[in-house]
């Protein structure tokens, strides 16, 4: 994979999305910290819908930090796990109202020692509060990163340091959501929209899959070889280097 290639994955994205804010809804950034923990294996369409009554009955970090837990637990109940989520959500309010004077952290280390807090949550308060310039990789970004050729790994840590690496700076915080968006639009995980994708003639999985299915043998429409055409399209883009 090539610098060069990744740049223009990059803005063939951009060119295609314009999304800009999170798809979590919020209006606090303690807000945002909530849905970002609630959304750990959950779609966000869920994650909005519970918050949109959760943040009414808890108007405040007070409340939240204040809650009792079995009644938490309960006004999340269609969010998975939700008694872990309720405790952590209780637990990092408190340390936010009593360590942090109730105002949010940028610091991703100081994000990460609140219960419940990842990498991932963290990154998504540093990029849509802070405009942090950070990858933020969930299911979507590690699914399409890795048919793009964009990274090789499976471990979300590994795939977010390998889109830094390859990604300008100025695209980072966009191209998750634009990762998002094309993952749930056309590059689904089970029947990926491959024919209708803007991306096809630089996305390795598209071409490997075109060659996997036989078409090695075949022309294209100017009467090359397909593997021919594939060959110079993997040296072009870098699909052979790491």
Not at 188 to 193: N, T
């Amino acid at each position: 994979m090539t610098k060069k290639r990744a740049k223009q994955i990059a803005e063939l994205l951009d060119g295609n999305y314009h999304e800009t804010k999170s798809y979590l809804n919020y209006n606090k950034p303690y807000e945002l910290l909530i849905a970002a923990m609630l959304s750990a294996q959950c779609t966000d369409d869920r994650v909005n819908k519970v918050t949109a009554r959760l943040f009414k009955k808890y108007p405040d970090i007070e409340s939240f930090a204040g809650a009792n837990q079995n009644g938490l637990s309960k006004d999340i109940y269609e969010i998975g796990f939700h008694n872990a989520k309720a405790k952590n959500i209780i637990l990092a309010m408190q340390m936010l109202k009593d360590n942090f004077g109730g105002e949010m952290p940028s610091d991703i280390e100081e994000l990460k020692k609140m219960p419940g807090v990842g990498r991932k949550t963290a990154n998504v308060i540093r990029a849509h509060i802070f405009d942090i310039p950070c990858v933020i990789v969930d299911t979507h970004v590690g699914r399409v990163s890795r048919r793009l050729g964009l990274s090789k790994e499976t471990d979300p840590e590994k795939v977010e340091y390998d889109l830094m690496k390859l990604l300008p700076g100025e695209y980072w915080i966009k191209a998750n959501l634009q990762m998002i968006a094309h993952g749930r639009k056309v590059c689904k995980a089970q029947k990926p929209l491959c024919g209708e994708c803007f991306l096809g003639r630089i996305c390795e999985y598209d071409l490997r899959h075109l060659l996997d299915k036989g078409m090695s043998s075949m022309k294209t429409g100017n009467g090359r070889p397909a593997k021919e055409v594939f060959d110079n399209i993997k040296k072009e883009y870098g699909f052979d280097k790491k």
